[in-house]
């Protein structure tokens, strides 16, 4: 297989575009439209253009699948919600992050995206669904319970999790789906936590690669290591809407509603 060639996504006006990586602590960039993958690929190594190591799968029967053609012309990787996941592993992450994932997957096995099967007890995170449709934040003993449905179901989507000590209405919880605050059903989030440093795996549409499995297909998977300012989340969400033809999905009055950043 070629190296991948790192795109930059065009902008309006012809000025220079923007892309993931003009933002600083970029630890985690999956892009499934960058890669040397071909159609019906097994995903080995998916090459992570941020700074942490790349998402891997040394077990053949576990690869997902690439496929060049799952969203709006444009390529994904897909996961069969039985034994399929990849990690990152040694992945050093603060308490505060900011999450972006553009996916589809199945309501009965939706996303779980987690930092550490210990998460309970270290700074690790959870960022997944439930059996009700919801979606769950979880960081040590605090969770918030975000009470949408519909997310990552009938329809692809992007999702942004921010993390930080000043979150409102929630403190450290922030969730977003197509560039909306989605409000929270319930939430145990305080602003407790010190801002420490976890080193840990990553798995991507698994808990653990031991249960949890993910049906559906993963397009890009961003993780910053700190909590992103509103001006800077919203480039990201322009990016990613306009990439992959979810824009018309975007609020009305998102700066990058009608054109990317």
């Known amino acids: 297989m070629t190296p991948p060639t790192w795109l930059h996504w065009p902008a309006a006006g012809g000025s220079t575009p923007f892309a993931p990586d003009d933002l600083s602590d970029l630890v985690v960039w999956l892009d499934a439209d960058d890669t040397a993958f071909s159609n019906n690929d ?3 190594s998916w090459t992570n ?9 040394t077990d053949s029967t576990k690869r997902p699948i690439f496929k060049t053609n799952l969203l709006n012309g444009k390529p994904g990787v897909d996961f069969d919600g039985t034994n399929d996941h990849l990690q990152i592993s040694s992945l050093a992450l603060d308490t505060y992050i900011t999450v972006f994932v553009v996916a589809k997957t199945t309501t009965a096995k939706p996303m779980f995206i987690e930092h550490s099967a210990t998460a309970n007890t270290n700074n690790g995170f ?4 439930t059996s009700g449709n919801h979606y769950n934040v979880r960081r040590t003993s605090r969770n918030a ?5 519909g997310w990552f179901g009938s329809a692809a989507a992007q999702a942004a999790l921010v993390i930080d000590a000043i979150s409102t209405p929630n403190p450290m919880g922030q969730v977003y789906l197509n560039g909306a605050l989605q409000s929270d059903g319930s939430s145990s989030f305080t602003n407790s936590l010190a801002d420490s440093s976890v080193t840990d795996t990553l798995t991507i549409f698994s808990r653990n690669g031991a249960s949890l499995f993910s049906d559906g297909d993963l397009h890009e998977l961003i993780i910053y290591n700190e909590p992103l300012a509103q001006a800077d989340r919203e480039k990201v969400e322009g990016y990613l809407a306009h990439k992959w033809g979810l824009e018309g999905d975007l609020p009305n009055g998102h700066p990058y509603k009608n054109a990317a950043p």
Do not use: E, R
């Open 126 to 129: 959870y960022f997944y669904g």
């Open 49 to 57: 253009k941020g700074t942490g190591g790349d998402a891997d799968q």
């Open 145 to 149: 319970y975000v009470g949408t449905s």
């Open 42 to 44: 097994p995903v080995d």
